[in-house]
């Protein structure tokens, strides 16, 4: 609850910053993701603020909803909140593309329960993700494909198909 604060506070000041600054653009995008190492599906909400027309910062919180694992000795279901704050450095190809290369860092929270709801093990801890996107360049509305990387001690792949919307206020000054 700490971090989610937190993170809540670091984008509203984000969003501040923006609105004092000559750059007023911001996007806000929904998407489905997979953690193919955990086999996990998931949402991701995020916002990006725009330093530029090339360089894109924000934040993305995935929730991941219960999934049944078996072990030797039993069931139990995994779950996981993550928070990532990430660059993206976005070159246009052609008219309708923009690729874009990402990097930045995550705190993900996995939850193991019993099958009588009995948490098992709580575990958080810090990654550096790397990773590529691609998106259609339309006016508005941006559809994207996003697969990156999230590794600590273990390493975890991940891949997003989500959509986007751009806000961009004038300077009428």
């Not at 700490?2 to 996007?27: A, E, M, N, V």
Request: with cysteine; net charge positive; hydrophobic share 35%.
């Amino acid at each position: 609850m700490k971090l989610l604060k937190h993170t809540f506070f670091l984008s509203l000041f984000t969003i501040c910053s923006s609105l004092l600054t000559g750059q007023r653009k911001i996007g806000v995008d929904v998407a489905a993701i997979r953690n193919h190492t955990t086999k996990q599906n998931g949402i991701n909400l995020s916002a990006f603020y725009f330093l530029n027309n090339k360089l894109s910062t924000g934040l993305e919180i995935n929730r991941f909803f219960p999934t049944l694992k078996s072990k030797h000795n039993g069931s139990y279901r995994i779950s996981a909140w993550d928070y990532d704050w990430n660059i993206h450095f976005n070159n246009s190809i052609g008219k309708f593309w923009t690729i874009y290369p990402l990097t930045g860092i995550s705190y993900t929270f996995e939850k193991e329960q019993n099958e009588q709801n009995t948490e098992l093990v709580r575990t958080g801890r810090f990654y550096f993700n790397v990773g590529a996107g691609i998106l259609l360049n339309t006016k508005r509305v941006r559809p994207h494909l996003e697969y990156f990387l999230a590794t600590n001690r273990k390493t975890e792949h991940y891949l997003l198909v989500g959509i986007g919307y751009e806000f961009e206020w004038r300077d009428y000054r």
